[in-house]
Structure formats: C-alpha cells, structure tokens
C-alpha cells in the first residue's frame, strides 16, 4: 500500500509539473499576421543621461522591409561607430545595430533577444521600433 502511495504522489509530482512548464513556454510573438501602413516610421526610445537609441521603419506591402537603429548623444547627434568597433571595453554598436536590425525584420517583430554585451542598447533599439511600428498600425 505504502509502495502504491508513493508512485501515484510520484505520477502526481510529474503530472503537476508538466502542466506548469507547458502554461509557461515560450509562445510565438512574431507579428506574421499583423500589418501596417506603408511608409517610414521614426520612434525613440528612453531618453537617458549618456544618450537615447532611435529606429527608422520602413513598411512596404504591410510588412517591415527595413530598419535603421542608431545610437544618439544627448545632444541628438548620432554616435560615431567607429569609436563602438569592440575595442577599449566598448561594445560594437556598429555590427550589434545590423545584426538587430536584419534579425527584427526576418522576425517582423521588435521582439527578439538582447544583445548581452549591449544590454540597454538593445532594449532601447528595440523600444524604438515599437515606437515606430505603433505609428504604423
């Protein structure tokens, strides 16, 4: 009797936790289905001390054809990114701008992972095509 209690609390352990792990998997957030207004789109994200990150959008045929992040000072001045190449502790904004860009439009989404050496980067970046792409619904 002892023996049948424990396999069935076992059963019931992995049953519980399968149900778990399956409500919190990771769903599909790309936009295939949703489509904008054609044209070009400008967003910003999060103004802060050392500068803001901003994307231009383009939409043609309702979808995201291109996309251009940039770095921008305070002042409103895009950075230099031959001074963000990955050298002296500096990431590479230069290459982290394309590879972002070229992986939200095969996504159509704005969702996509950070680039871990450029954390707040990123989610500026990606902020600023949510910007962008909400002037475009």
Do not use: H
Not at 92 to 106: G, P, R, S, T, Y
């Amino acid at each position: 009797m002892r023996r049948i209690t424990k396999v069935f609390l076992a059963i019931l352990i992995i049953a519980s936790l399968t149900v778990t792990l399956t409500a919190c998997g990771s769903s599909d957030t790309s936009n295939e289905d949703v489509s904008y207004k054609d044209g070009t789109y400008v967003g910003q994200g999060e103004k802060r001390e050392f500068g803001y990150e901003e994307a231009e959008v383009t939409i043609e045929g309702g979808k995201i054809s291109n996309i251009v992040l940039k770095r921008m000072t305070p002042e409103g001045d895009e950075v230099d990114y031959e001074e963000w190449t990955g050298e002296d502790d500096r990431p590479n904004l230069k290459q982290f701008k394309e590879d972002l860009a070229k992986e939200m439009i095969e996504k159509q989404s704005y969702e996509v992972d950070a680039i871990a050496t450029a954390t707040e980067t990123s989610q500026g970046w990606k902020e600023a095509v949510k910007n962008a792409l909400e002037q475009a619904k």
